[in-house]
């Protein structure tokens, strides 16, 4: 029997059913497409207003292009302070909380000790709790002990809540962490911190690397906790809140985009290392 006759006993499907076999086969592709855009859509418009020149107040109609926004983005006043302050902070408690993070992940996975599990428990309740609450807590203790809130009380309370990120990003790559590597090097005459700086710090490098960069994404965002410790002080999240009440100048607009391109540029650059080292194993 040819193919020909084959074909010709095979029942043609129709429109509708092929149309259903096509959905069936992009459905996950299609709303993989979909959610992703439903996420990138707000940064879209952030971006595209950047560049727009409203004639009030309020940056929410679009009038023309400029690039004016760009070139003077301090142009509005006490937008650079704030800046310099969220970024002073963020790159502050980002190193201190990963560096503090890294130690406890270390110590939580490889030591038994007393208190472990209730260390755990610790680590994890900052992720948990609500931020109004952590901000209203932390107020709470600097006032008790009568700390003047500042640039102190801000860095205090963003290393707090930046350490259990570190701890559950380092933490995860630990636990798969091949111990024979070390062994084999203090086999071959390595002492402890040698074997550390040479073996096991360039293996977690990539996750201490990925901590460092969440932390300070979480630090430069963060409001609700800043409101509460911040005092007089104005970070770059603080002065959008305020500014918001009254206008809406699309330098906030630029600010925004740019710290998202830096860590977008910063995550991409990580991934571009890892893999670049992986070929070269």
């Known amino acids: 029997m040819t193919s020909v ?15 259903l076999a096509f959905v069936r086969r992009h459905l996950l592709t299609l709303w993989s497409v979909l959610f992703f855009g439903y996420l990138v859509l707000p940064i879209a418009v952030v971006a595209v207003f950047s560049f727009n020149a409203p004639k009030g107040r309020f940056n929410f109609q679009w009038e023309h292009f400029t690039f004016s926004n760009w070139t003077h983005w301090n142009a509005i006043p006490g937008i650079q302070s704030a800046v310099q302050l969220s970024l002073e902070i963020a790159v502050i408690a980002s190193i201190l909380a990963t560096a503090l993070g890294t130690l406890m992940a270390l110590a939580l996975v490889r030591y038994g000790f007393r208190g472990r599990g209730t260390t755990n428990f610790v680590v994890f309740l900052p992720l948990s ?14 006032l008790n002990f009568s700390t003047p809130l500042g640039f102190k009380t801000i860095l205090i309370a963003h290393v707090m809540f930046c350490v259990s990120f ?20 203090m086999d071959l005459g390595a002492n402890e911190w040698t074997t550390f700086q040479k073996v096991t710090l360039p293996l977690i490098a990539p996750a201490i690397l990925a901590a460092l960069l969440l932390c300070f994404a979480i630090s430069i965002d963060d409001f609700v906790v800043t409101y509460f410790v911040a005092g ?11 500014a918001a009440r009254v206008a809406t100048p699309p330098q906030i607009n630029v600010i925004g985009i740019a710290f998202f391109v830096i860590a977008v540029t910063a995550m991409l650059g990580n991934v571009f290392v890892q893999n670049y080292r992986a070929k070269q194993a």
Do not use: Q
């Open 166 to 185: 570190a701890v559950v990003t380092v933490k995860a790559r630990l636990v798969g962490f091949d111990r024979h590597l070390e062994e084999a090097a």
């Open 129 to 142: 709790t609500p931020e109004i609450v952590l901000g209203a807590s932390l107020l709470t203790l600097f």
């Open 232 to 242: 007089s002080r104005v970070t770059f999240p603080i002065f959008v809140w305020g």
């Open 5 to 19: 006759a084959v074909e010709a006993r095979r029942p043609r499907r129709s429109a509708p059913a092929k149309s």
